[in-house]
């Protein structure tokens, strides 16, 4: 008897779905646990303004398929209250929702804190117990709460250079102990303040860098411990930073203001209940010290014998210190943060001295990395000691800075003199992994003269990627090397030469990969907040945000492939993160750089007018007969025009904005077929017979189905033909997707196999850390590229990593249910790999997808976390031949479906830990 495909599925799946229910335990088992509470992406947040905060959890239960069935919800201001008379609960909510469920009780007050507490019932209906309680506090939600004045150092100042870092300064009063105090801060310029000699907080580069003609981030610290009854004082110091210092092209400063400015409020408890608020006013004294020269670019000059000592600490006689004037509020919105703070996260030791054939003595820190180095050294007052920070040794292995073009990117130290010192920069980072060391006393530093200190924003790092291949776990490290290196509080396309923007077109390709690697959901949910906020009035899109290019110059915007950052990342944060509300919030930007675009382009539908950047930094070649590889501007605008509208009518459909849907699907089938009536034949070929135009032209889906394989042969055919990529900024995420997704996997498994120029192991051989801006920053002649353009910190070339995690290792989201709620498990063994495997810390927990093959057996171990489940896709099985732990696949318990699919078998699944084997088929 020969039953049809579907009946023989239905089959199985009755089979499977008994084998589950007889495999259901029936004696109690252990409740499922409630942990990791979080509020608005944050572990207990301390100064928010989100007015609905959106709580989430994860759940931990040993129980294949374990599932929330309901939950519930309990809001207090005191832990006492949470169970007796809590301010807000949900009740018993029947709901498998168990991340960002928003807060919908009575409103949210300034500077309260709220604990709250969440417990759950499974599939099965049996309760967790409480969890313990989490909480968050919020911010000062309106303006009248600042009753604190804006104040300006009163020192002489040439705004035309960088001056000496001002110092404010204010004795105050306690009148008891303390119970609780917060302090609430934000600036004009860099921050970093005091409190009775102690640093308040550990951030850095407070307040951020936003959109700063709109908006400034102000931050909530606890300083209860830092306080004590009677006399107190607070000190802060100021640094140009991004509002005034040296920024932009041009060498221009003072892009936002000339004038630093201070805004502090102290709110303070006392034990025995009564509160008092003191902030900045006109009593606060100012002055200068050791910092003499402080810019991001420049780096930072320091005289240690001009330290004030004691000057945040009460008693200090500041006599002769000046005094403050207070001034107008700037015209802007603050903000709390929405993002991770800079931190100091990580700490690398030199491997060695060099002494370079030019004479410097040169320290190698094995990583190119962001940040700055700590410095120790003892030596007599006024010796002064020169660090400059460099990426690469040339070709004759001298310290080689050029490419930072007119960054200086040097720090000076003058020693006091006073047994060992410690010096670190406070308002600059440079990115580098060699340090010239000049001035040290005594000759050579010892290694131990020097720490690197690697900063950027506090993402939690969530995903990891291992193969079989080290040049490919090294590209792994690169990638991530990258983000460290250019997430610091904005996306920048490079760490340490006269640029260090917000350049879009960066941000929009590397967006999904950032997303593995790192939780950027916060990060971005800042960031797109200035997107918006910087997005011209006609719904052009700036090619940096914050768009500091515009300053002082009307500068250009709206480049395909950049400005769409304001519909791809939204969308990128909602597959990854399942974030409606953030999508939401952006959908107003979004639709206004598509009807840009749509305005651009006219009747035709095809958009041909404005700059572009277009295929940024594709491969070039000099040799006589290269048929080159650009592609035209306007195929490329008008792709990504089809390709935001296509998002947009996706968005509008998450929103329930069903008109905005359909007209917005309209428009994206005229674009596409305005595209294929211009730029595509018939047989397949496009009018750029470019990689890029390919990968973009499958990817983004504007090719009809008939010309679809032409395509796809002619795009692998290339490939084959040259050997290699050829592909720049735009085309690269999408090039081996398309391959892979077009029946050409081996092709693309090819190109990231390739380890020469161009390709993305040809850095790795080249001993690289980080990925490199061009694909030849150091050309195999050991000479360097243009010293124009060279950054060897620049992630948009590490787009493949979001490939490697899908395809390699096979973890992919579920377009449908984002967020890994249900999560895709489709591993694509290739090129000569053996194993690869990915984890993801997602909002429900840890998602692994992993394989290996032993000879012609194939073992795929996969976890997906209580609350989810999982369709996993087994290359080159056999329904029969499949094995979960000791059991067939159809009777493994947690399995609720198994089925041949073709060449592979498809299992469903829901929480645990599996690993599946069997004999695979010769690929
Ligand atoms: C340079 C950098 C940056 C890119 C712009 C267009 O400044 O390469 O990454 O986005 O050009």
Redesign the pocket.
């Known amino acids: 008897m020969r039953l049809s495909t579907s009946v023989r599925r239905c089959l199985v799946a009755a089979v499977v779905l008994l084998a589950a229910a007889r495999g259901a335990p029936l004696h109690a088992q252990p409740a499922m646990q409630v942990t990791d509470l979080r509020t608005e992406y944050q572990t207990n947040p301390l100064g928010i303004d989100v007015l609905a905060p959106r709580l989430s959890w994860r759940l931990a239960s040993s129980e294949r398929g374990a599932v929330q069935g309901a939950y519930e919800i309990r809001v207090a201001t005191d832990a006492a209250s949470l169970a007796s008379r809590p301010l807000w609960t949900t009740g018993r909510v029947a709901s498998d929702s168990s991340v960002q469920r928003p807060y919908a009780g009575p409103a949210l007050r300034s500077g309260q804190r709220y604990l709250w507490q969440v417990r759950v019932w499974d599939g099965k209906g049996r309760p967790s117990a409480w969890s313990a309680p989490a909480w968050w506090e919020m911010g000062l939600l309106a303006p009248g709460d600042w009753t604190a004045r804006w104040i300006s150092p009163d020192v002489p100042e040439d705004t035309t250079k960088s001056n000496p870092s001002p110092m404010l300064r204010r004795d105050f009063t306690l009148a008891g102990p303390v119970a609780s105090a917060r302090l609430y801060v934000t600036s004009l310029g860099l921050h970093e303040v005091e409190l009775n000699g102690r640093r308040v907080g550990d951030r850095l580069f407070a307040p951020g860098w936003t959109s700063y003609d709109h908006r400034l981030q102000y931050f909530t610290y606890d300083v209860t411990d830092l306080l004590r009854p009677g006399a107190n004082a607070i000190g802060a110091t100021l640094g140009d930073g991004w509002y005034r210092g040296h920024f932009g092209f041009t060498g221009k400063r003072n892009n936002y203001g000339t004038r630093l400015a201070l805004l502090a409020q102290l709110v303070v408890r006392y034990a025995d209940g009564r509160t008092v608020t003191l902030g900045t006013d006109s009593a606060w004294k100012s002055s200068t010290g050791p910092i003499l020269v402080s810019d991001i670019y420049d780096g930072e000059r320091y005289d240690a014998r001009l330290e004030k000592r004691g000057w945040s600490a009460a008693g200090f006689a500041d006599g002769g210190w000046r005094g403050v004037r207070v001034t107008a509020a700037p015209n802007v919105a603050l903000v709390a943060p929405a993002g991770p703070p800079v931190r100091r996260i990580q700490e690398l030791r030199p491997l060695k001295v060099i002494h370079t054939p030019g004479g410097d003595t040169v320290l190698d820190l094995g990583q190119n990395m962001v940040g700055w180095v700590r410095l120790r050294a003892r030596g007599p007052s006024g010796t002064t000691i020169t660090l400059r920070h460099a990426e690469v040794l040339d070709k004759a292995g001298n310290f080689y800075t050029e490419n930072l073009r007119g960054a200086e990117a040097t720090n000076h130290y003058t020693l006091k003199g006073e047994g060992e010192e410690v010096f670190e920069p406070h308002f600059t980072f440079q990115g580098f992994r060699y340090v010239a060391v000049s001035g040290y006393p005594g000759g050579d530093p010892p290694l131990d003269a020097i720490t690197g200190i690697v900063v950027h924003s506090d993402m939690a790092p969530t995903g990891t990627f291992e193969s079989s291949n080290a040049l490919v776990n090294q590209l792994q490290h690169n990638i991530q090397w990258g983000q460290k290196g250019n997430f610091l509080d904005v996306p920048t ?1 490079c760490p340490q030469r006269d ?1 260090r923007m917000g ?1 879009t ?2 941000a929009q390709v590397f967006a999904p990969t950032a997303a593995f690697n790192m939780d950027v959901a916060g990060f971005f949910t800042k960031w797109l907040g200035d997107v918006a906020l910087d997005q011209k009035p006609n719904g052009s899109v700036p090619f940096v945000v914050p768009d500091v290019l515009s300053k002082g110059q009307p500068t250009g915007g709206g480049a395909t492939g950049w400005a769409d950052v304001a519909v791809v990342v939204p969308w990128t944060m909602y597959q990854a993160y399942g974030d409606t509300r953030l999508l939401a919030r952006q959908y107003p930007s979004m639709q206004r750089w598509v009807e840009y675009m749509r305005a651009q382009a006219g009747d035709s539908l095809l958009w041909k007018s404005g700059f572009h ?1 277009g295929d ?2 594709a491969f070039a070649s000099t040799s006589a007969d290269y048929p080159g590889a650009t592609t035209d501007k306007d195929l490329l605008a008008t792709a990504y025009f089809a390709h935001s509208t296509d998002l947009l009518a996706r968005s509008a459909a998450v929103l329930g904005k069903r008109d905005d849907a359909a007209r917005y699907r309209a428009l994206f089938e005229r674009i596409r077929a305005a595209f294929d009536r211009e730029y595509v034949t018939s047989r397949g070929r496009l009018s750029s017979n470019t990689q890029t135009a390919y990968a973009l032209a499958l990817d983004f889906g504007l090719l009809p189905d008939s010309v679809r394989d032409d395509a796809a042969r002619r795009l692998a055919e290339d490939v084959r033909r040259m050997r290699h990529l050829t592909t720049g900024f735009l085309g690269t995420p999408a090039l081996t997707r398309a391959l892979s997704e077009n029946g050409y996997l081996d092709v693309a498994y090819a190109l990231l196999l390739n380890e020469s120029y161009p390709s993305w192991l040809y850095p790795v051989k080249q001993g690289a850390t980080t990925i490199w ?1 061009r694909w030849d920053g150091l050309k195999p002649d050991g000479t360097f590229q243009d010293k124009g ?1 060279n950054s060897f910190n ?1 992630y ?1 070339y590490g787009a493949i990593g979001d490939w490697m995690y899908r395809v390699v290792a096979g973890l992919n989201i579920d377009p449908e249910h984002p967020g890994y709620k249900h999560v895709i498990v489709r591993p694509r063994p290739g090129g000569n790999f053996t194993w690869a495997r990915a984890a993801l810390k997602t909002q429900y927990g840890d998602v692994a997808s992993g394989w290996k093959l032993d000879g012609g057996r194939m073992t795929v171990t996969v976890r997906v976390p209580p609350n989810t489940s999982a369709t996993v896709w087994l290359p080159g099985a056999t329904l029969a031949s499949v094995s979960e732990g000791a059991s067939p696949v159809a009777r493994a318990a947690g399995v609720t479906l198994a089925t041949q699919d073709g060449a592979a078998v498809r299992v469903d699944v829901g929480a645990g830990d599996y690993t599946f084997a069997y004999d695979a088929a010769r690929r």
Request: charged share 35%.
């Open positions: 396309d640029e350049w077109g960066d950047f940024w930094l801006e353009m620049h948009a």
